[in-house]
DNA sequence: CCTAAATTTAGCGTATAAGAAACATAATTT
DNA sequence: AAATTATGTTTCTTATACGCTAAATTTAGG
């Protein structure tokens, strides 16, 4: 009764305060008893998994929120830092399909890569084989029109300001189809070796690969 | 003793057979009594929260796997999935410093959380507490020039193509410069449902928010 | 088929979870 | 100030978890 190292009762609370909800309506929200939740809150007792269940329902919450082990994992050697790039600087990598400027990558233990491409690529033929790497990937058209093509899917016409959210393990593209080739912004759930990786395995051969560092001002497609 | 809708006994016994554990091994690992164990497999009896953890700990399995929630919606519901988000779309929700169009939200169990912002404050006594919330988070400058303030750093200004990577658990905040409210598009990897928690907390109230969906085109800073 | 070992299930006692209601305390109202 | 309300804590009672032990079932060898 007295030794608990769990956290539920802290998580409880904690949720709880911040919400300003009382022991009364928590109580309505997930059918427990005020009396079970406040001696939950002050680690007088546990829960079986029923309860934990019907806790978590009633709070909206998914239920590892209640164990609380997680916040460890997520971000361990990254606390407290921040990059900023200026428009143009990056790390520069061309491909046949895309000029691709990986930003901010002084910070090495990302969890997110965000690269900003311009797409030279016309047609699939020209495109060759669809892309496919891990993780997920977000893409938000700068300016211009692409058509992004994706297994399982119609192609779909994106411009400047409409945006996509996909799965990248499914095979995807993007083409410029306005006059001048079009410019996105790409955020994706994976990490920067992963999705160098899956470009020259795409793509079958490293010499169409050229590496720089700072500015892509040589193609035209630059603004501002 | 009969009714359970759980499925933990069903997954422990699954796993046991597919392991060729017995009911005794698994007592060994987990400190857990075989007759226990074998009501569990049964649905004749439920468990609490410490013998949960005690379980998941001697299995050497996940804790979220002894829920429902299993492998059900980690990675199956999202593979091959894909959603698009036309400028303008999106979920508003407004407060006094930003307003939020949270993305391509037909998806739930994104990795990152794409969101397009027009910040309205212009001092950090307007703007009053510093957010903070779990994850990182990468912002890329559409229009206008801002200030972003951080814990740890000097503010800086950044334009419209500059962008920043920083972890989010640092407290921060942005301020429009220029004439117009800047416009950024910003993206975390965190659950929405942690950030909007963040939004609430950091605030203290709710009564400043307001839902809506679709369209923010109110905002004369909408363009194209 | 029978016996013995291994494995699972069932009975029982104690500890504890869980709800109802009484109690304590602070905030509001009359 | 007394009464009322809102909120959280403490009994107290019932239901259930959980481990010990024993019974039942399955498996393996003869």
């Known amino acids: 009764m007295t030794d608990q190292k769990t956290g539920l009762g802290d998580f409880l609370r904690d949720i709880r305060i911040r919400k300003h909800w009382t022991l009364l309506e928590v109580s309505e929200m997930t ?18 998994y029923d309860r934990l269940v019907q806790l978590a329902a009633g709070l909206g919450v998914d239920i ?10 997520s971000a361990p050697s990254f606390l407290g830092r921040r990059a900023i790039s200026r428009q143009g600087e990056g790390r520069l990598i061309q491909t046949g399909n895309y000029d691709y400027l990986y930003l901010c990558t002084e910070i090495s233990k990302k969890s997110m890569v965000p690269i900003l491409a311009v797409l030279h690529a016309r047609s699939m033929e020209e495109f060759g084989e669809f892309v496919h790497h891990d993780g997920q990937e977000y893409t938000y058209v700068v300016e211009g029109v692409l ?40 955020v994706c759930s994976t990490s920067e070796k992963e999705l160098i990786n899956s470009l020259v395995g795409a793509d079958g051969e490293v010499s169409n690969l050229k590496k720089k560092t700072k500015s892509m001002r040589k193609t035209s497609t630059i603004r501002k």
Chains 1, 2 share one sequence.
């Open 31 to 48: 059918g427990l008893a005020v009396s079970t939740l406040s001696k939950v809150e002050n680690n007088q007792m546990s829960l079986t």
């Open 64 to 73: 590892v929120e209640l164990f609380g082990t997680r916040s460890a994992d």
């Open 147 to 186: 058509e992004l093509h994706t297994e399982h899917y119609e192609p779909a016409t994106l411009k400047a300001g409409d945006s996509v959210y996909f799965d990248a393990s499914m095979g995807h593209a993007y083409l410029s189809v306005s006059d001048t080739p079009a410019r996105i912004l790409c």
